[in-house]
T-cell receptor, first 118, second 109 residues
Framework: GAGVSQSPSNKVTEKGKDVELRCDPISGHTALYWYRQSLGQGLEFLIYFQGNSAPDKSGLPSDRFSAERTGGSVSTLTIQRTQQEDSAVYLC????????????????FGPGTRLTVL | RKEVEQDPGPFNVPEGATVAFNCTYSNSASQSFFWYRQDCRKEPKLLMSVYSSGNEDGRFTAQLNRASQYISLLIRDSKLSDSATYLCVSNTGGFKTIFGAGTRLFVKA
């Protein structure tokens, strides 16, 4: 079946511009995660959705970052007034999201969006 | 101190060698542990979950030591295709998943 897809695969933007990154999770997965990976670094957790709700937004680096999920499916991560330090690969993952076993849920990752802010 | 710490490597080993990675975690409340594999410029993929009793999947063995708060991954009979970055992951319950920065492995012919 189809895996997690993300678009665009690459995005080059100028400092100060806004960008929108999209994630299509695996059909039926209720949990969706956004991570950021800078060059040579591990994954930094940004935000998690259960359905359309984001119980914890504390991982978002600043108020320039926002995310939403509609219809329990597609999610959009928006970065306003991009800065050079926002350059990274933004990874989305989804999981079944079964209540009570979320901690053991396997997360399936999309290929990521490589963002470069000039 | 990072919540999940790994030796970044790189580990350079010949084909057929046995190699082991360790990972330490600082949050004693961590409940679940995983090893993910990430190839260069690719997304991470689950390699295996780590259970208290230890678990084995072919050439790969994962161990958890809760008393010392570390997780290990052993790869036997290394293949060229094992070359990748191995990410240690802990979950403190619910959605909170913490990834280590990864250990790079290069297997040489």
């Amino acid at each position: 079946g189809a895996g997690v897809s993300q678009s665009p695969s690459n995005k080059v933007t100028e400092k100060g511009k806004d960008v929108e990154l999209r994630c299509d999770p695996i059909s039926g997965h209720t949990a969706l995660y956004w991570y950021r990976q800078s060059l040579g670094q591990g994954l930094e957790f940004l935000i998690y959705f259960q359905g359309n709700s984001a119980p914890d937004k504390s991982g978002l680096p600043s108020d320039r970052f926002s995310a939403e999920r509609t219809g329990g499916s597609v999610s959009t991560l928006t970065i306003q007034r991009t800065q050079q330090e926002d350059s990274a690969v933004y990874l989305c993952a989804s999981s079944m999201g079964l209540a009570g076993v979320l901690s053991t849920d396997t997360q399936y990752f999309g290929p990521g969006t490589r963002l470069t802010v000039l | 101190r990072k919540e999940v710490e790994q030796d970044p490597g790189p580990f350079n080993v010949p084909e057929g060698a046995t190699v082991a990675f360790n990972c330490t975690y600082s949050n004693s409340a961590s409940q679940s542990f995983f090893w993910y594999r990430q190839d260069c410029r690719k997304e991470p993929k689950l390699l295996m979950s780590v259970y208290s009793s230890g678990n084995e999947d072919g050439r790969f063995t994962a161990q958890l030591n809760r008393a010392s708060q570390y997780i290990s991954l052993l790869i036997r009979d290394s293949k060229l295709s094992d070359s990748a970055t191995y990410l240690c992951v802990s979950n403190t319950g619910g959605f909170k998943t913490i990834f280590g920065a990864g250990t790079r492995l290069f297997v040489k012919a």
